[in-house]
C-alpha cells in the first residue's frame, strides 16, 4: 500500500489535467483510470476547440469561458491542435444573426463577416443556401495528443498514472475518505492506496464513485450524443448553423473525416444504453443540410458519448442545462472530508476546471503553490522521447528503426498515435 498527497479517479482530460496541474505545484498526485486513458467522453468526444460563440447566446459564462481556453490551449498544447477557424452560417433563423453578434460582443468573442461568395469559394462543398457567415475561431483538437501529452508531463513531474486499474472501493476513517480500494485489470489483484485527498473526475461515472462514499444525491444529468462519421474531409474549417445550439448543427473536419453532431437526450446508466436509432436519419437531414453531398457519401460510422452535466433542477431541456461545471466539495455539501468531485464542464474548459480543483485541494492541504498551468508548455511526446530513451527503455531495435524509416512519410501521422499509445501505457 502506498501514500500519495492526492488520489485522482478518472483518466480522462479533467482527471489528467487536474494531475498535471498538481504534479506542477509540487505535490505527488496518482491517477486511476479503469480502462485506457481517455476511453471515457474525452475520447468519443466531437472534436472542437470551441471559440465560446455556440454558447454566446444562451450560456455567456461557458462562452466567456471557452473563448479564454481557446487561446491558452492554442498557446500551450498546440501540437495536439489543428487551427482550422469556423464559419457560423445563417439558413434559417434570421432573427438569430443580432443575437449572435451581440452574443459574441458581450462575451468577448473575436467574430469576423464574410462575404457569403468568398465563403463559398472558400468551402465550395457548403450549401449555397446560405444567407450571411461569420468567421469565428474555433478549431479542431485531438483528445489523445491532448491526453497523453498531460499524461506524460505529469510523469515527468513525479505523478504516477495508472491506467487499467478501478477504483473499486472509497477507504474511510471517520467521517474522511483516507484512500481507495483499487482493482489491477492486468494482474487481477485487488490492493489499497492511501491519500490526503480523493479528486473525483470519472465524469459520467461520478455518481457511481459517490454511491461508494454514501452520497446518493449528486446533482448530475447524464446527457448522451450521437455523432456521425462522413468517410471524407468536407471543409477546410468547423462549420456552425448559426442558431440556438440544438440537434445536428455543427461539421467538424478531424483529420481526414468529417463528423456530424451531436444529439442529447437523457440517460440512467452511462454503461448500458443504446444510440436511438432515429439519430442516424435526424444526422443526415441536419447535416446534408450544410453539405448536400453527405447525402451522396453516406456515414461510415456513428458513436456516442455522455456528458455529465449540473443538474439544475428546474430544467428539463437537455440544450437549456449549462454547460458550466462545478466542483462539488462533499465536507461542505455532505458533511464527508477528503473528497471533491468535478461535474459538467467542456474538454475545452479542462484546464481551468483542473485549476479550480487544484486550488481548492492545496487550500485543504495548506500547500500555498499557485497554478502554472497556464504558461507551461505541454510536452510533444514524439519530440519529447529521443530514440535513445526509447531504447534505454528497452523498445525493440526493430520497432525504433521502423520509427526512424517513417518519420516524415505519410504514414508518420499514423505512426505518432501508435507511439502516443505506447508512451500512455508506458512507466514514463
Ligand atoms: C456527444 C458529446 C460531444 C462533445 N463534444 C465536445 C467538443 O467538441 N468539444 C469540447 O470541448 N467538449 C465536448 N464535449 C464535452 C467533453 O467531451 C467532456 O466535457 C470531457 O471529455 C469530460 O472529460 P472527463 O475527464 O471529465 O470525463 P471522461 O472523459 O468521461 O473521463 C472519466 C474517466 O473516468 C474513468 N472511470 C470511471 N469510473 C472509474 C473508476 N471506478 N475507476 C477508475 N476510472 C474510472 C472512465 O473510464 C473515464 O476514462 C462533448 C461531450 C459529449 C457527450
Redesign the pocket.
Known amino acids: 500500500m502506498g501514500r500519495h498527497d492526492v488520489i485522482v479517479?478518472?483518466?480522462?482530460?479533467?482527471?489528467?489535467?487536474v494531475t498535471h496541474d498538481l504534479a506542477l505545484r509540487g505535490l505527488e498526485p496518482i491517477l486511476?483510470?479503469?480502462?485506457?486513458?481517455?476511453?471515457?467522453?474525452?475520447?468519443?468526444?466531437?472534436?472542437?476547440?470551441?471559440s465560446g460563440a455556440r454558447y454566446a447566446v444562451s450560456d455567456p459564462e461557458a462562452a466567456y469561458e471557452?473563448a479564454i481556453e481557446n487561446r491558452i490551449l492554442k498557446e500551450i498544447a498546440g501540437h495536439c491542435i489543428e487551427n482550422t477557424g469556423g464559419y457560423f452560417v445563417l439558413m434559417d433563423e434570421e432573427e438569430y444573426y443580432d443575437a449572435f453578434k451581440k452574443g459574441c460582443k458581450e462575451s468577448q468573442i473575436p467574430i469576423k463577416d464574410v462575404d457569403v461568395d468568398e465563403a463559398l469559394k472558400e468551402e465550395p462543398n457548403l450549401n449555397p443556401r446560405i444567407n450571411a457567415v461569420v468567421e469565428v475561431q474555433d478549431a479542431v483538437?485531438y483528445?489523445y495528443r491532448f491526453a497523453v501529452s498531460l499524461g506524460l508531463v505529469s510523469k515527468m513531474n513525479g505523478a504516477d498514472i495508472r491506467p487499467y486499474?478501478?477504483?473499486?472501493g472509497l477507504i474511510s476513517e471517520g467521517k474522511r475518505i483516507v484512500g481507495v480500494k483499487?482493482l489491477d485489470r492486468i494482474n487481477n489483484r485487488i490492493y489499497e492506496e492511501r491519500g490526503e485527498m480523493t479528486v473525483v473526475?470519472?465524469?459520467?461515472?461520478?455518481g457511481?464513485?459517490a454511491e461508494m462514499a454514501g452520497i446518493q444525491n449528486v446533482r448530475i444529468v447524464l446527457?448522451?450524443?450521437?455523432?456521425a462519421v462522413v468517410p471524407h474531409r468536407l471543409s477546410k474549417r468547423v462549420i456552425n448553423k448559426m442558431r440556438a445550439p440544438s440537434d445536428g448543427d455543427?461539421v467538424?473536419p478531424y483529420g481526414s473525416v468529417s463528423i456530424v453532431?451531436?444529439?442529447?437526450y437523457v440517460i440512467e446508466d452511462?454503461d448500458n444504453y443504446a444510440i436511438p436509432p432515429e439519430d442516424t436519419e435526424l444526422l443526415m437531414e441536419e447535416g446534408s443540410a450544410i453539405f448536400p453531398a453527405i447525402k451522396k457519401i453516406g456515414f461510415s460510422r456513428m458513436y456516442?458519448?455522455?456528458?455529465?452535466l449540473v443538474s439544475m433542477d428546474e430544467e428539463t431541456d437537455t440544450r437549456k442545462i449549462s454547460?458550466r461545471y462545478e466542483i462539488y466539495d462533499h465536507e461542505a455539501l455532505h458533511d464527508i472530508e477528503g473528497l471533491v468531485t468535478?461535474v459538467?464542464?467542456?474538454?475545452?474548459?479542462?484546464r481551468a476546471?483542473a485549476e479550480v480543483i487544484a486550488d481548492i485541494v492545496c487550500k485543504k492541504l495548506g500547500v500555498k503553490k499557485t497554478c502554472k498551468t497556464k504558461e507551461t508548455k505541454l510536452p510533444n511526446p514524439l519530440e519529447a522521447l529521443s530514440f535513445e530513451q526509447l531504447r534505454i527503455k528497452g523498445w525493440p531495435e526493430s520497432l525504433i528503426r521502423r520509427i526512424k524509416d517513417r518519420k516524415g512519410t505519410i504514414d508518420e501521422e499514423l505512426l505518432a498515435e501508435v507511439l502516443y499509445i505506447a508512451v500512455a501505457s508506458s512507466s514514463w
Open positions: 479517479v478518472g483518466g480522462g482530460v479533467t482527471g489528467l489535467a486511476f483510470e479503469k480502462n485506457d486513458l481517455v476511453s471515457g467522453t474525452s475520447g468519443k468526444f466531437h472534436g472542437l476547440l470551441h471557452c483538437i483528445a486499474n478501478e477504483v473499486v483499487v473526475a470519472a465524469g459520467p461515472w461520478s457511481k464513485i446527457t448522451a450524443g450521437t455523432m455543427i467538424v453532431g451531436t444529439t442529447a452511462p456516442s458519448s455522455v456528458r455529465p454547460r468535478a459538467g464542464g467542456k474538454l475545452t474548459t479542462a476546471m
